[in-house]
């Protein structure tokens, strides 16, 4: 199934600027039909063998052709994907920080396990912009680690 877009698939490094910006800029470009962050990298999809136009990344971005995946060749089945605008996130007014405070604050924080204590009195600031990872050996798990440190037994949060 990979052999449909065997070709079309390259990785965007380089970038210079927010990668997500850069990310929708690549996506409304001609001939993209699909893309996603990869680290420090953009992985994008074209819709023929042409070196694609990476110039929205900066001037030191360059593509290089990348294996080609399932996922690829089904979103290239589909017709491609959404492009790089997203209605929801338009529709969203943009919240203007008023001052410094943490957008996300923990004071006390506990997680037991029965009689295990996995966490104990940990306190911590996320300030507007900062980017916050729990470090686990399962990656996919991370998102659910903060959705569970924000659930404590015993802690003050705002």
Do not use: C, Y
């Amino acid at each position: 199934m990979t052999a449909r877009v065997e070709g079309r698939v390259f990785k965007v490094s380089g970038i210079s600027g927010r990668k997500r910006q850069v990310l929708a800029k690549l996506l409304d470009g001609q001939g993209i039909i699909d893309g996603v962050i990869q680290g420090e990298a953009i992985r994008i999809v074209t819709g023929n063998e042409a070196l694609p136009d990476v110039s929205p990344a900066g001037d030191g971005a360059a593509a290089s052709p990348a294996v080609s995946r399932f996922e690829d060749a089904f979103v290239d089945m589909l017709g491609g994907g959404p492009g790089g605008r997203s209605k929801l996130a338009e529709a969203q007014q943009t919240l203007a920080a008023k001052d410094d405070r943490p957008v996300i604050e923990a004071r006390g924080l506990t997680k037991k396990f029965g009689d295990f204590t996995a966490a104990d009195d940990i306190t911590f600031d996320i300030r507007r912009g900062e980017i916050f990872r729990a470090a686990r050996p399962q990656r996919r798990r991370q998102v659910h680690d903060v959705q569970d440190a924000l659930r404590p037994f015993e802690a003050n949060r705002r």
